[in-house]
Each structure stands twice: as C-alpha cells, then as structure tokens.
C-alpha cells in the first residue's frame, strides 16, 4: 500500500507539473501574442499618424499653391482692366486715290527655250505671279523635263 501511495502521489506530482508547465507556456503564449498585438497597434497608429500629416501637408501646400494662383490672376485682371480702360476707339474714313501700280515682268528672249518650255515659264509666269490676272495663289506646278 505504500508503495502505492508513494506511486500515486509521484503520478499526482507529474501530473502537477505538467499541469504547472501546461498553465506556464499558456501564459508564456498569452504574452507573446500580447506584446506582439500591442506592436502591430503601436506600428498600425504610428503609420495612420503619418499618413494624416502627409496629408495635411499635402492639403496645406495645394492652398497655398491655389492662394498663389488666385493673387496671380487678379493681378493679372487688375493689370488688363487698367490698360483696357486707357484704350481709345476712334472712327476715321480713309479715302485715298490709287495712283500707278509698277508690274515688271521678265523677258526670256536671249535664252535658247525650246517652244515648250517658253509657253511653260510663261504659264508658270502668269499663274504664280502677283495682280489681278493671277492664279489662285495655289503651289507652283512641278516643272516637266524637257522632251
């Protein structure tokens, strides 16, 4: 009966302490996990508190930027209401005499032309020339080699 006794106390105390080793590495866990959750809270508040302050830079700076932009625009306004208000509008009728108008054309008659290529230059002449009697102001035609 000792020895059974001496038995069942030596099981209780295993069992004890497994029991105790249990309830340590439970806590142990319950620790890690807790100091690791209040590190993800502390890094996940850290990371929004800089997100806001870029944020509010960013704000700030695009304020400023649109201040900047609007002082500029109404001196801009202020500056073309002043010059337009010292413009002045007058109504003159000009009524003048066209006196000679001088048209020197050129004469090709000491080049050797072939018959062709004289009625080219002269077409060429009288489409692309200025005055009334012009063309329409249209590219000059390519020039045709001579056959």
């Given at each position: 009966?000792?020895?059974?006794?001496?038995?069942?106390?030596?099981?209780?105390?295993?069992?004890?302490?497994?029991?105790?080793?249990?309830?340590?590495?439970?806590?142990?866990?319950?620790?890690?996990?807790?100091?690791?959750?209040?590190?993800?809270?502390?890094?996940?508040a850290?990371?929004?508190?800089?997100?806001?302050?870029?944020?509010?830079?960013?704000?700030?700076?695009?304020?400023?930027?649109?201040?900047?932009?609007?002082?500029?625009?109404d001196?801009?306004?202020?500056?073309?209401?002043?010059?337009?208000s010292?413009?002045?509008?007058?109504?003159k009728?000009?009524?003048?005499?066209?006196?000679?108008?001088?048209h020197?054309?050129?004469?090709y008659?000491?080049?050797?032309?072939?018959?062709?290529?004289?009625?080219?230059?002269?077409?060429?002449?009288a489409?692309?020339?200025?005055?009334?009697?012009?063309?329409?102001?249209?590219?000059?035609?390519?020039?045709?080699?001579?056959?």
């Amino acid at each position: 009966m000792w020895l059974t006794l001496v038995r069942w106390i030596g099981a209780h105390w295993i069992v004890l302490a497994a029991a105790a080793a249990v309830v340590l590495l439970g806590g142990l866990a319950w620790g890690v996990w807790a100091i690791r959750n209040d590190g993800y809270e502390t890094g996940k508040a850290e990371v929004q508190a800089r997100w806001d302050a870029a944020v509010r830079n960013a704000d700030r700076r695009a304020r400023a930027e649109e201040r900047l932009v609007q002082h500029a625009v109404d001196a801009i306004g202020a500056r073309l209401s002043a010059d337009l208000s010292r413009l002045r509008i007058e109504h003159k009728t000009i009524n003048r005499r066209i006196v000679d108008e001088v048209h020197s054309v050129p004469v090709y008659g000491e080049c050797r032309l072939t018959e062709r290529v004289w009625r080219g230059l002269n077409e060429l002449r009288a489409a692309t020339g200025p005055g009334a009697a012009a063309g329409s102001g249209a590219a000059m035609p390519a020039i045709a080699a001579d056959r």
